[in-house]
């Protein structure tokens, strides 16, 4: 009797759903929260596919694979909605000019140059990705 139970779900889950080859199923729990209207179209699919696309810096054509988008939104919790956007030189280059910009950041914070110490400093001040100047609310 289980045995019948679990070929007829198995075979329900076959006609629902054909994964391409190569597809990595998306196990949705371990996604980051996020709040939105609309599903992102990899849990719509219920599967990772590797995605092609273009370095925004060199321009190559670079395949973003279904097993590194698993890591990616379930290991990594990143953002739902970000995808793959440099090549792998491309964001080495990237974390590199970050955490540069990222040290300077920590010395401006040691060593404020109004003297108020790092209490003065408002907790808005997260590096933003591309923002490497720490602005201070007034
Ligand atoms: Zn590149």
Not at 18 to 27: D, L
Not at 60 to 73: F, G, I, L, M, P
């Amino acid at each position: 009797m289980m045995a019948t139970q679990q070929r007829k779900r198995h075979q329900l889950r076959q006609s629902m759903c054909p994964t391409p080859a190569g597809a990595v199923p998306v196990n949705s729990k371990a996604l980051a929260p996020y709040n939105s209207y609309s599903w992102p179209e990899f849990v719509t699919l219920g599967y990772y596919v590797d995605k092609p696309f273009t370095c925004r810096d060199c321009g190559s054509e670079q395949v973003w694979r279904a097993s590194q988008q698993k890591w990616w939104y379930e290991v990594a919790k990143g953002f739902v909605y970000s995808t793959a956007v440099l090549c792998r030189a491309c964001r080495r280059k990237e974390q590199k000019r970050k955490a540069e910009a990222r040290k300077i950041h920590m010395e401006g914070l040691a060593n404020p140059p109004d003297g108020r110490g790092s209490q003065a400093h408002p907790d808005v001040c997260e590096l933003k990705a591309d923002d490497a100047t720490c602005r201070r609310r007034a």
